[in-house]
């Protein structure tokens, strides 16, 4: 009997933040291939709302592995505090596995790795840069449907990666037993700047699209305008004025050594999000 077939027949998986980016892809795989899934969200069958422990027990009950995903985000104040309840949580409700999604050179983050490394369970760390999916399903999706995407963020260079890549990762260390206790730094195949990631949007879409750089404080100035939670953004100015200062300039290999295929490139993201139509509503 497979690894697969021991985990599915025996308990569920548990996938958090199943209504977001990386969540909803990791629960569809899972689905699809008949491995019984439990979604933790807000609107689940048996919800989870990281905001209240009350619900936590009743999501962690016959469940073998979970993959984490923390809102808003690791970085958050309290995250730690709150990975660190829920970890001892799952480990003595009887979860042999956890699944972190973690934040690329984020010292926050890395301190919320080091509490699910510590938990008992075995488990896998998938640290990620910057999403693609940010410009298409994100924050970033009405900038570039109006045709002016304006970041405070200069000439550095940023691994984006794919979350449909993030997404097989962890389904891979949710379900065989050699992902266990490793840690996979996975980036795109490539370097580019925000102005580069707009420019390869504009040649997709066909469409002209311009980058424009902005000041931090302009840039809250429009989030606020345009209804976006303070949390919200707090969370990106952190991310723009922290994360995006060229620490995270490099590749890494962790698609590579998870999956032995490439990472997918950002253009290829491109093209099929503009021909999906996820640009066109302009």
């Not at 699910?116 to 399903?137: H, K, L, M, P, Y």
Request: glycine share 8%.
């Amino acid at each position: 009997m497979s690894n697969i077939e021991n985990i599915s027949n025996i308990k569920q998986i548990l996938v958090l933040g199943s209504t977001g980016k990386t969540g909803r892809r990791v629960a569809q795989r899972l689905q699809a291939r008949g491995i019984p899934t439990r979604l933790g969200s807000r609107s689940g069958q048996t919800p989870f709302d990281w905001e209240n422990q009350a619900t936590w027990e009743p999501v962690l009950k016959n469940v073998e592995a979970v993959y984490v995903t923390f809102y808003p985000d690791l970085a958050a104040p309290g995250a730690s505090e709150a990975i660190s309840a829920f970890v001892k949580l799952a480990a003595s409700n009887g979860v042999r596995r956890l699944v972190l999604l973690s934040g690329r050179g984020e010292e926050e983050a890395q301190a919320c790795e080091q509490v699910v490394q510590s938990s008992g369970c075995e488990w896998t760390i998938i640290r990620a840069s910057w999403f693609n999916q940010n410009f298409n399903e994100g924050a970033m999706l009405d900038a570039v449907l109006s045709g002016e995407v304006a970041l405070p963020v200069g000439d550095v260079g940023e691994p984006f990666i794919d979350v449909e890549d993030i997404a097989d990762i962890a389904v891979a260390a949710l379900t065989e037993e050699r992902h266990a206790n490793q840690l996979y730094e996975v980036t795109g195949p490539r370097l580019l700047t925000f102005a580069d990631a707009v420019r390869e949007i504009a040649e997709a879409t066909g469409q002209e699209i311009r980058y424009v750089p902005v000041t931090i404080d302009q840039y809250s100035a429009m989030m606020s305008e345009y209804g976006v939670p303070e949390e919200v953004i707090s969370q990106l100015v952190y991310l723009f004025t922290e994360v995006l200062d060229g620490r995270n300039a490099h590749l890494s290999d962790g698609v590579q050594r998870a999956l032995g295929r490439q990472p997918r490139d950002f253009a290829d993201f491109a093209r099929e999000a503009a021909s999906s139509g996820a640009w066109s509503a302009r």
